[in-house]
Each structure stands twice: as C-alpha cells, then as structure tokens.
C-alpha cells in the first residue's frame, strides 16, 4: 500500500486545484502562453537605421548611481566609456542625498570623473525615524525644514550640488505624525522652494506616475503584467491621492514660486495627455520637462511627439533614468534622430513598459541640439563649463 500513497496525494492534489473555487463562481482561466505583441517578428519590411552615437553632445539629466548602481566602481568605469562613445558629455545623477551619502557619492563620481558628472541632492525626509512611526520622520520635527534650507546654501556655495531631486514618495507615499500623506503643496515646504529660486537650482521632480499604474490591475490595463510584476507600483485604491491631485498639487507650487525653475521628471508623467502637458508649459513659464523613461509614451504617438518637443524646444531635456546599458541609449538616439518605424523601445524582453513598439521622431538638429544640451547649459549650473571642456577635448 505505501508505494500507491504518492499517487494518491498527486490525484488529490489535481483535483483541488482543478475544481472551480465556489466562492468566485467560476474556474481559474489558466493564461495560454501566447508572445506577446512585441515580442513577434513584424512581416514589414523596416528601415533599420544604426545610430551608435548621439548626433551632438548629450547631456542626460536623469541618471541614478546610488539608487540604480548602489556606487558600483567598475559599472562606473565602463558607463563613462559608454558616455564617451555615445557623445555623452555630462550626467546629472539625482542620488546626492543630503546626508552623509553625499560625500561618497561626490567620492565615488568626482575622484575620476569631476568633469562628466553633476549632483543634485534630494532630502531624507524619514531620517532616522521608524518606518511605522511618523510622527518620530525627520520631516516631522521642528527644525527640519530650517535645517534643509541652511545645508542647501552651504552645499551650494561649496559647489557640490546643482539642483534638487523630489522622489515620487513626496505626495505618494511620505507622511504626516498623524500617518496621513504629505502634501506636495504644503506651506511647510515653502522655503525650501523659494531658496532654490534664489540660489538657482533647479528642482527636478518626479510626481504620480504612470495613468496606468492609478488604475485596476486586470485585462483592460495596457499595463497589466508589470503591475503584476511589480504590484507595489500600484497606486490604485483609496489610500493614494488621485493622480490630477497630485498634478494639480505640484502645479500650485509651481504657481507659487514663479522665480524657482521647476523640471517635471518624465514628462511630468503626463506624456500619455501631451496636450495638458502642453497647457501645463503654457501657463508656468519656469515649468520644464525632461523625457527619461518615457520613449515608450511619446514614440506610439510620433506625429504629436514631434510637433510637441518642436514647440517647446527650449523647456525640454534629454534625459534616460539611467544608468541604462549601451544599447538602451543608442535606442534613444535611433528614437530622437531617425523616422524608422515600429521598433522595440528597450532592449528587455518583453519591454518593460508596456507591449508595444514606438516610431521615430526624427527631430531637427536645432532642436536635437537644445534638447541634447543647449537648454541643460543654460538651466543646470556647473554643466556649461564641463560641455565646454569636453567640446574642446573632442576636437582639439
Ligand atoms: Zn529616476
């Protein structure tokens, strides 16, 4: 009898697991396991365009090597000889906490490479709280919002850092003492915008998210198997503020401090709406937009993307969410530079951000050049002078 025994519980473990649950009404679909749109071969002929190496000189303002590279000496090494084969002059890297970090994060990118490489700091806004606790969160405490102001002038005037970076915790998922959200707009925040003005940092922030990730996890949402990938980047439910008032948060700072420059990080993540964003631009001219991460948005819809960069040429910069591996950028340059048609945005697969192929923008070279780095020379301090040097470098 003891042989059969395996056989039983396998028979009894199948029958479990194919009688429909009473309790949903139905039997569990079983997914075919199909590919994915992207991932099938495309039976037009397309136009393959190589770009191996950014048109003019780049500087990408959207790059995290502590978040994303956790300091890593050999990534760094072979990342700037990717910036040097792509005609990546600067990168901005958003990781400079203001806290002990940023003196190894200034170590790890300045030793070798001061040069190619600008800072903007963020605030620890929990500081050494306890994760459950708000009200024990540094933001919380008398004296935080003083204190950030104070050691944002004084990095400043050592010339360490050149901007600001918002997470999109700020509004998402930072709190009050009492456990509910901050608020993008709250007064307490005031003098930290108004002393970015004065000392003419930029602010970069990124707000919401994606329109997808605020609506249901099931079939009808273009981002469905990321979510379930990644539930956690799910801000469906009550517990989040709805993504137009987040938006409209942000955009009443931004109201409110018409002589702080303000650079919404992926495309303020509105690139789905380019004609709000669009009004967004029209009614706050200290109002920016950089393009990290959202090739995926702007290239299924290359007609208005165009029009859209075109027009608002002097507002717009390149940047990637980086550090991406060498054939994400030349993605972008193919993206930017070329019309070739209906090809993969990432070179994951499937892509990452939705199961979808994107067109060309074949930019014109006066505005490729104000959005690879004109307008960064002119917003971002410190980036003029290192654009300037690597020019000379490159053509001696
Ligand atoms: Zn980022």
Redesign the pocket.
Known sequence: MIPLKPFFAVALLAAVLFIPDPSLGQSIDVAPDVASASERTPSAKLQVTDVLSARFPVVDV???FY??AKHDPELLDRYVEWMNRNNIAVSVS?DAQLSPRLDSHEEYLWRKYRDRFVLFANIDFQGSGKPDEPSTWACNQDGFVPEVVARLRVEHQRGRISGL?F?KDFGLRWKNRDGSKIRIDDPRWDPIWEVCGRLHLPVLM?TADPSAFFRPIDSHNERETELRAHPDWSFFGEEFPSRPELHAARNRVIARFPGTIFIA??LGNDGEDLKQLAGWLDEYPNLMVEI??RINELGRQPYRANEFIEKYSDRVFF?T?GPFPEERLRIYWRFLETRDEYFLYSEKSPPPQGDWRIYGLGLSPSTLEKVYSGNAVRVIPGVAARVEKYRSLSNP
């Open positions: 959207h790059t995290h978040v994303k958003l970076k997470f990124h990080a992926h990290s991460s940047g969410d």
